[in-house]
């Protein structure tokens, strides 16, 4: 197993989501810094803007139907745009606070969102509790709340478990909550140190967090990424670190983990599982390290390829058609100074790349 770039687009500000056009290939919708939702070709590299937010957009997700997308950004709003005649025709004002991270369910019907706030809670600089709820979840089709459900802000992550059943969110002080969407019911909780840090060097304040999460193949499992302790918060020198937790029948137990030797030191803000699950790829912003794109075999947690990109990856999934090694990895590079006419530099990045490789596994 290799990884490789195959082609790479440029974009105006930096990606922090991506979605794959429904019902087309070669089409991709960018959420980016600039508060745009661009509409990508992965043929061509041309792209239009669909809708913008008042802030950095957050968050994309084409619905199944081809003909909607639904954008979240940190202005604490939802958008569903028209992709025929390029419109918003709804907007909810979901948070008071940022949207950290958004997720759609599998089948369409469902839009998760969570937000929250770091702010001093006590003399331990704990977070405050929050002032509305950290998690939400909306129907795609008429925009009304379906569920709401307290965490600790602030929560940086959410997802939907495969048979559409549940939502998990974790924040930053590692701790997880898992809820059943049709009856509201908390389903299961806990709490991890390794994901949180407490900074002694230039700053004093808990830094890190479960930056994204994922539910593994017959969701019995939760893995998680994020940033391993460390006591600088402005080097985000922590541990590139993923986790696995059993969660179901009322125990939950950490299963796998990153090995030190695997690893370096960066921020993991992105997961994503081959089509095969025989491995993953976790990815995100490096501080040092060999790379800051790696392949892990799923069933013995160990790296099996790995990659630096020379960027931040925000956002990491897989394509479809037969060449199911193929890979789009969307983030940025350093803005850089301005040109002559005093116009920055392009820095939005989507990648494309490949695995080198088809099968089940890891060579």
């Known amino acids: 197993m290799k990884l490789e770039t195959t082609k790479t687009i440029e974009l105006p500000t930096t990606v922090h989501d991506v979605s794959l056009a429904a019902n087309e290939d070669s089409m991709l919708w960018a959420a980016c810094l600039d508060g745009g939702i661009h509409g990508v070709s992965l043929d061509s590299g041309d792209h239009f803007l669909l809708g913008r937010h008042r802030r950095y957009a957050s968050g994309v997700h084409a619905l199944p139907d ?9 202005d604490g709003r939802l958008h569903w745009h028209d992709v025929k005649s390029r ?11 940022w949207s950290w991270q958004s997720a759609l369910s599998p089948n369409g019907k469902w839009i998760a969102s969570s937000t929250g706030q770091y702010l001093c809670g006590g003399y331990k600089y704990e977070p405050a509790p929050e002032s509305e709820p950290s998690v939400k979840v909306y129907s795609t089709h008429t925009g009304d709340l379906v569920a709401a459900w307290s965490h600790v802000p602030p929560v940086q992550s959410v997802t ?18 898992v809820w059943e969407v049709e009856s509201g019911k908390l389903q299961a909780q806990w709490a991890t140190g390794d994901f949180t840090g407490w900074g002694i060097i230039k700053g004093h304040y808990y830094t890190g967090g479960v930056f994204s999460l994922a539910f593994g193949p017959g969701d019995d499992w939760i893995y998680l990424i994020g940033m391993g302790s460390t006591r600088d918060p402005a080097a985000g020198n922590g541990k590139q670190l993923w986790q696995a937790y059993r969660w179901r029948d009322g125990e939950v137990q950490k ?9 370096g030191q960066g921020l993991m803000e992105t997961l994503a599982f081959h089509p095969t699950d025989a491995w993953f790829l976790m990815a995100g912003r ?11 075999d799923r069933a013995s947690g160990a790296l099996q390829s790995s990659a630096d990109f020379k960027g931040r990856i925000c956002r990491a999934l897989f394509l479809p058609g037969d060449e199911d090694e193929r890979f789009l990895l969307a983030g940025g590079v350093s803005q850089g100074g301005p040109k002559e006419g005093r116009k920055f530099r392009d820095f939005g990045r989507i990648w494309l790349g490949t695995a080198g490789f088809k099968g089940d596994g890891a060579d």
């Not at 478990?161 to 909550?177: F, H, K, P, Q, T």
Request: one cysteine or more; charged letters at 20%; aromatic letters at 12%.
């Open 66 to 74: 081809g003909e909607t997308v639904i954008s979240a950004g940190y």
């Open 87 to 97: 419109t918003c025709f709804r907007e909810i004002q979901a948070h008071r606070f």
């Open 160 to 177: 939907f478990s495969r048979d559409g059943r549940y939502v998990a969110a974790g924040n930053l002080m590692g701790e997880v909550r």
């Open 255 to 263: 299963v796998s983990e990153a090995a030190g030797s695997d690893t």
């Open 286 to 296: 490096l501080e040092s390290g060999q790379w800051n794109v790696g392949a892990f």
